[in-house]
């Protein structure tokens, strides 16, 4: 309640000072502002604020330039006090998949693919928008890499090229359609032929791809009832989502029971690269098709590449009931509608069809039937229709202090699909915020009526004119062999840990381990075991709850760095300098001290990193011809990057041990994307099989940790001198690879794979409306290589900035920042790619001058805190490359800070 | 043996005796009895709880109960 004073009294402030010629702007700014928020209750008040704003007569003594810098900043407090930041989490999570049992071949030459990896992000921001109101902000990414089955064919279908399997073309069965394949004796005269009918998995390596995905909802709440509604979408290279959903919720029976009710709509665009045209698929059934999905042939970056392209709808409906049955028990019942159409099949996914012909040729080695095999993808009717079932028992066990809940569920589908899920959770309190839950699933579901290994019907191959498979004469109109539509059953166990503390901090972890087997169905006849595999899930995460934060102590911060300059306490005024640091710009680290009085800062800083257009060499454009005759060393480059975006969110947490001294933990997660453009007069080379031509490259996941301190060395009235002092750890991963299985460029790594330090040296003052600062920092590699086997350059890094606060609650900055990155030593010792200038090592760091233009706003209500929110936008001065590099075109900072 | 009527018979019992356990519950449960109810280990989800929903959608054949709601294709 405070807070929301301290909000509204800082409002009126503002309304004061407000200039009468700005109304019409202020008033149109804060209605588009609110009416973004979705909240049109404020966005009245606020007009109605504004008509009263309009009867007082205007402050008129400032500069016009400061009016016109205040004018723009009006419009914020609409937005900044309409909404309240209540809770914010952050959670990392990675995925690994093992377990398979993979072919190797006849001599055992086929190569095990990379295992399939996801790191995944998650962000959320819950905001208070009225008493009843709240809008909630989810961002989620995830990186995945590695290999996935693309067909399953019987060994005797199968060839191996090198070091990979690959589907034959033809092959031999029995009269009961056993596959057969060479034995011993090999393919000569003296062969013989074996039954193998052991059906296997051939993967394929794929580009790493990154998904990122936009959620908002607002709800509402009324005594008895609730409602949210919201929206959002999810991008991938190759998938986009538009997504809305509303519920409903509706308190009876003086709130025993409580009805739910949900709607929820997803448009969803498929633009699959299938990568080049390759001989061993015949997408026919889809090529330039009239309607529904549709397989084209496109140039890009002068490489023809398939695309799969199509779009589909899912609508889904549930009705829910939980009652409350006793003083320890409650139970859920729920139903859930799902229709989906359009574009339903998995587009990397193929299937063989094997026709074996009965007639001719005449029957070979003693009775063997030739037989033709088409790898083709694979066709789902263009509808689905699911409806689910769920129950749920949740029970209080008051002895252990420990919550159950068991969940049973069912569905069914028209492709055929039945399933079960059964779920045990055993929420056990420990006391002191300790909560720790094993739990348990099972899962277990039919086949799809359409789902086969691979389909093998014992007649002449349907051929048309062309001498093509004739897709409208095969046997069957559906077929699929996703393992995800196999029959199987699933078992998981897991374990989630959380710790909540008083200050409204809450830190959990969390680890699955997943079993999916034919052999685990429920009832048997489960799909053979070729499709088994497990998976590993870890969680890690932190949410704070600011509503839960004890309150503020008494002029922490107010006076020196939200509220106007007054007169304080000496004390008081030692520790004004020391956060003169908050208001540094938000691509600084290192800037900020704490005390004792808010001895914990959690911070959320996010970067993104552009670059595009010219390759530099040094500082000017290069031509294509001096790319490829010098950029790649002994060899030409037939590449050249034409962007590359870097984005990086880092958890960075803070700890006064004293007065003097902060000690500081930093976590980040890092992604980068990169597209390839050939190089005029380059050869095309096109890559292998698998869907992402080798054009465009991502990477996601951790990248390094740091810890550290910082040490305050001097401090007076206006200004303060420390120290800081980090270590890079290097958890991030130096093993990225290209689908190829080879090193992706230096420049694509998430870490440094070094032991770093990180040492710096910050200046910051305070007086009246003024602030300014300089750091000096650098970071210096411990070792020479690591074990990819190069080490990043040393970086030398002077920055110095100044800036005014505009407003109680508002600053601005301006500050330059010289960088020296050294090029990186060593090399890979490992196969990697060696197309383009980003290959090399002698191609990274140089010399840069870079402007920075930052914004700082206190967060609204935080006043006695100082919680801050900053943007800090990098322009590129001057350029001076080591060898051949893409410019850079700015980089982009935001920076949370929540003071505990 | 079982006949197919004291069969029924038998399910009708359970389901009364299912909907009297709830019809009951409603009337003795007052707000200030529920506080075992309200506790974080009947209230709370693990916090990854969304992440492994969304592996189980794109690892199972059946959508889920929030199907229609993003995702992406985790066609990999």
């Known amino acids: 309640v405070a807070a929301t004073d301290s909000c509204k009294a800082d409002k009126r402030r503002v309304d004061r000072r407000d200039p009468p010629g700005a109304l019409p702007a202020r008033k149109l700014l804060v209605v588009l502002v609110e009416f973004a928020l979705g909240s049109l209750r404020e966005s009245l008040r606020a007009r109605a604020r504004a008509r009263r704003a309009a009867a007082t007569p205007p402050a008129g003594s400032s500069s016009p330039a400061l009016r016109a810098l205040t004018l723009a900043a009006m419009a914020l407090p609409g937005m900044a006090c309409a909404a309240e930041l209540e809770d914010a989490h952050i959670q990392y999570s990675g995925y690994k998949e093992g377990g398979r049992n993979l072919w190797r071949g006849p001599n055992g030459t086929v190569k095990a693919p990379p295992a399939l990896e996801v790191q995944s992000l998650e962000l959320g921001l819950g905001l208070r928008l009225g008493d009843r109101t709240r809008l909630v902000f989810d961002y989620a990414q995830d990186t995945w890499s590695g290999a996935t089955p693309i067909l399953s064919a019987p060994e005797g279908f199968l060839t191996v090229t090198g070091a990979s399997a690959y589907p034959a073309t033809n092959g031999l069965v029995n009269r009961q359609l056993v596959p057969y394949g060479i034995g011993p004796g090999g393919i000569g005269p003296g062969g013989t032929r074996v039954p193998q009918p052991t059906v296997w998995n051939v993967m394929t390596g794929a580009s790493a791809e990154t998904r990122r995905q936009f959620d908002l909802t607002l709800s509402q709440e009324w005594d008895e009832a609730a409602l949210a509604f919201g929206g959002g979408i999810s991008q991938e290279p190759d998938f986009s989502s538009y997504f809305a959903h509303l519920n409903g919720q509706w308190d009876l029976n003086r709130k025993l029971t409580t009805l739910n009710a949900g709607l929820s709509y997803t448009t969803s665009d498929i633009d699959a690269n299938l990568g080049p045209p390759e001989t061993w698929i015949d997408y026919g059934q889809y090529r330039n098709a009239a309607s529904g999905p549709s397989i084209i042939t496109v140039a890009r970056n002068g490489q023809l590449v398939q695309k799969f392209v199509g779009d589909r709808e899912d609508w889904s409906a549930n009705l829910g009931l939980t009652q409350v049955l006793s003083r320890n028990s409650t139970l859920s019942l729920g139903l859930t509608y799902t229709h989906s159409s359009g574009f339903l099949e998995n587009p990397y996914k193929l299937v063989m069809l094997a026709f074996a012909n009965p007639a001719t040729p005449p029957p070979l080695f003693g009775g063997l039937w030739a037989t033709r095999l088409f790898n083709v993808a694979e066709s789902r009717p263009d509808t689905r229709s699911q409806w689910a079932v769920n129950a749920g028992l949740s029970h209080y066990v008051a002895a252990a202090r420990a919550g159950?809940?068991?969940?049973?569920?069912?569905?069914?589908?028209?492709?055929?699909?039945?399933?079960?899920?059964?779920?045990?959770?055993?929420?056990?309190?420990?006391?002191?915020?300790?909560?720790?839950?094993?739990?348990?699933?099972?899962?277990?579901?039919?086949?799809?009526?359409?789902y086969q290994p691979y389909f093998i019907w014992g007649q002449r191959v349907p051929l048309n004119a062309a001498g093509t498979l004739n897709f409208g004469a095969v046997p069957v109109q559906y077929y699929s062999s996703d393992y995800r539509l196999s029959a199987f059953g699933a078992v998981s166990a897991g374990l989630s840990l959380s710790k909540r503390f008083e200050n409204g901090l809450t830190v959990q972890a969390g680890a699955e381990y997943y079993v999916h087997a034919g052999g685990l169905k429920l009832g048997g006849g489960g799909t053979a075991s070729f499709a088994d595999f497990d998976y590993w899930m870890l969680s890690l995460g932190l949410g704070v709850d600011l509503t839960a934060r004890p309150s503020a102590p008494d002029g922490a911060h107010a006076e020196h760095v939200a509220g106007p300059a007054a007169p304080s306490s000496s004390n008081s005024a030692k520790r004004h300098a020391s956060h003169a640091g908050l208001l540094a710009p938000a691509g600084l680290q290192y800037a900020h001290m704490l005390d004792r009085s808010e001895p914990f800062m959690v911070g959320y800083r996010a970067m993104l990193g552009l670059q595009s257009?010219?390759?530099?060499?040094?500082?000017?454009?290069?031509?294509?011809?001096?790319?490829?005759?010098?950029?790649?060393?002994?060899?030409?480059?037939?590449?050249?990057?034409?962007?590359?975006?870097?984005?990086?969110?880092m958890l960075d947490l803070m700890y006064a041990a004293s007065d003097r001294v902060s000690l500081m933990a930093m976590f980040q997660f890092v992604d980068m994307d990169m597209d390839m453009r050939m190089l005029d007069g380059a050869v095309v080379d096109s890559g292998g099989h698998g869907h992402g031509a080798s054009m465009s490259q991502s990477t996601g996941g951790l990248g390094d940790a740091g810890l550290g301190a910082l040490l305050g060395l001097v401090r007076t009235a206006d200004q303060a001198l420390h120290l800081g002092l980090a270590l890079s750890v290097p958890i991030g991963s130096v093993n990225e690879t290209t689908s190829?299985?080879?090193?992706?460029?230096?420049?694509?790594?998430?870490?440094?794979?070094?032991?770093?330090?990180?040492?710096?040296?910050?200046?910051?003052?305070?007086?009246?409306?003024?602030?300014?600062?300089?750091?000096l920092n650098g970071v210096w590699r411990t070792s020479d290589a690591n074990d990819s086997g190069y080490a990043l350059g040393d970086m030398f890094q002077t920055t110095a900035w100044g800036g005014m606060r505009l407003t109680s609650w508002m600053s601005a900055s301006l500050r330059g920042v010289y960088t020296v990155q050294n090029s990186i030593q060593g090399e890979y010792n490992g196969t990697h790619t060696t197309s383009s200038p980003t290959d090399f090592p002698q191609n990274y760091g140089g010399r840069y001058w870079d402007l920075g233009l930052g914004l700082s706003f206190a967060l609204p209500g935080s006043a006695p805190r100082g919680d801050r929110i900053s943007f800090e936008w990098l322009q590129p001065l001057s350029q001076d490359v080591n060898g051949y590099q893409l410019e850079r075109t700015g980089s982009a900072w935001l920076n949370l800070s929540l003071a505990f | 043996m079982h006949t197919t009527a004291s069969r029924w018979r038998k399910a009708r019992a359970i389901l009364l005796a299912g909907l009297s356990a709830v019809l009951c519950a409603c009337t003795t449960v007052e707000p200030w009895e529920r506080g075992n109810l309200a506790t974080p280990q009947m209230t709370e989800e693990p916090a990854d709880r969304t992440v492994r929903d969304h592996i189980y959608r794109s690892r199972e054949g059946t959508a889920g109960p929030a199907s229609a709601r993003g995702g992406g294709c985790g066609c990999y």
Request: charged share 15%; aromatic share 12%.
């Open chain 1, 404 to 450: 159950l809940h068991f969940n049973l569920g069912y569905a069914q589908d028209d492709w055929g699909i039945r399933s079960q899920t059964a779920e045990l959770d055993w929420n056990q309190g420990l006391g002191r915020g300790w909560l720790v839950t094993p739990r348990v699933r099972y899962y277990s579901q039919s086949a799809a009526d359409f």
């Open chain 1, 613 to 649: 257009g010219d390759v530099l060499r040094g500082s000017t454009p290069a031509t294509d011809a001096q790319i490829a005759a010098n950029a790649c060393g002994a060899v030409e480059c037939s590449m050249a990057p034409s962007k590359i975006n870097m984005t990086m969110h």
């Open chain 1, 740 to 775: 190829s299985d080879v090193f992706t460029d230096y420049g694509m790594q998430l870490g440094s794979g070094t032991w770093d330090l990180v040492p710096s040296l910050t200046y910051s003052g305070l007086r009246g409306r003024w602030f300014w600062g300089a750091q």
